[in-house]
């Protein structure tokens, strides 16, 4: 197989992780990107053959002056760009559209689709000289469909499917392919701390919460972070070649679109 | 690819185009194959070109999709060499143009027969020998773009398409409990028999005026820049039929190289 490069933000999180540990096993030299410290034990603990580097790179994705380390880091892989995966992501603080903060609502589109949209405008130049690239981002079924309480979250992931829409268009010509993956409910730190202030939010137990929210579930569970990672996986293969401005809803079965 | 026996499957309208694609990459991955397909010329014929490679891995089965005990005798044939079903590809499919104010009752009743009421009888067959062998097997259902959005000259088809993507999501949801996932795959324009004889069938009708413009003029809608190879949609069906996709439960995928963007 032939040296290429992907950049991976979020990649301290539940379903970043899950990720860099797919791509790496399929192959990929990685730079993986998080806003927290530990991206960089994360990064020394995935495994990778010989030939093949996974880096961690400390960078806020909002700000594209801090882009830097991670063209540094892709440098030093010295592989071409193939692949940017947009895994970042920050849930709201759960919240009617009444009360909700204006700073709030800034906070979650600045991260879930502002920073998307620097880190395309970034990046693309890099991907269209590999010659063969793709993008995948991370949506969600409450992109596709709006709930109560997660108003900023739901409109910043619908955005993301739309952006991934746009590019898709955009940069087809450029043999650079863009799909979303739209997870349901996934059991991460993320997802068990929106049910817990849910729960709090409608005086109910976290039990009973996360009860409601399961029993949507037609699999009658939440993913595995790896049941993601594997759909953002086929989606930047070979088997994905002819896929572009599509969403593949990974939410067993939670929401039929 | 692996030889391992993954276990079964069965293609319905598996002699030529995607069908064939699909059985021929089902038995890479290891899969026993049946090939049911209501032309027995072509699907013996199909047989015979695969045991070159996978000798004693695939059989023919002469299947009329509107016919139950014609699906049920595929199953259980499934079932008999192979040892269960694990993968049920409804597949069969056809369309026939015509202008929306003329789109008949005979061609409306002969498209929904087989490529609605033929998928529901699939799906029926295929989950009942799953259920009865405790096998969380994978159903496959064939949709098209057209289920999502209609198109002028192919009523019929479209709406039978969208029947697909319905009896998908009642599927998933009738089935979940059992541990068996129904999803789709929509193609987009795939040079394939059947877009050859709808490309010959819409300049008979007038509706384009030089073999091939049809098929062209919908490619230039495409951002990929091209049809489709059948190869290249069956990428995405094996991913669906992998363990890559175990969390996915009635949902559709567009492989359409960027067409409408759903």
Known sequence: MSAKTGVLTGAAGGIGRATAERLAADGWSLVLVDQFDNVADVAKGIKAKDGQKVIGVVADITNPDQYGAIDAAIASIGAPLKFLGLVAGVLQQVGSIETLDIAEWDRVFNVNLRANVFLMKHFIPALRAAKGASIVTVSSWYGKSGHGFFGAYCASKAGVISLTHTAAAELAADNIRVNSVAPGNVATSMHLDALREEAEKRSVTFEEMKKTEWDKIPLGRAAYPSEIASAISFLAGPDGSYLTGATIDVNGGCLFT | MSENNKGGAVVTGAARGIGREIATALLRDGYGVVIADIDPAVGEQTVKELSKDHAGRVVFSKVDVTKRDEVKAAVAACCKEFGGINVMINNAGFNKPEPFLEASEKTWHAIMDVNALGVLIGIQEAAKAMIERGIKGKIINTASIAGRTGFADFA???????????????????????????????????????????????????????????????????????????????????????????????????????????
């Open chain 2, 156 to 262: 019929p088809y479209s709406a039978s398409k969208a029947v697909v993507i319905s009896l998908t999501q009642a599927g998933a949801r009738a089935l979940a409990g059992k541990g068996i996932t129904v999803n789709a795959f929509g193609p987009g324009v795939v040079d394939t028999p059947l877009w050859e004889k709808l490309d010959a069938d819409l300049l008979a009708m007038g509706a384009s005026k030089a073999p091939g413009e049809a098929m062209n003029s919908l490619a230039s809608q495409i951002l990929l820049g091209r049809v489709a190879k059948p190869s290249d949609v069956v990428g995405t069906v094996r991913f669906l039929w992998s363990p890559q996709s175990d969390y996915m439960t009635g949902q559709v995928l567009l492989i359409d190289g960027g067409m409408i963007l759903q």
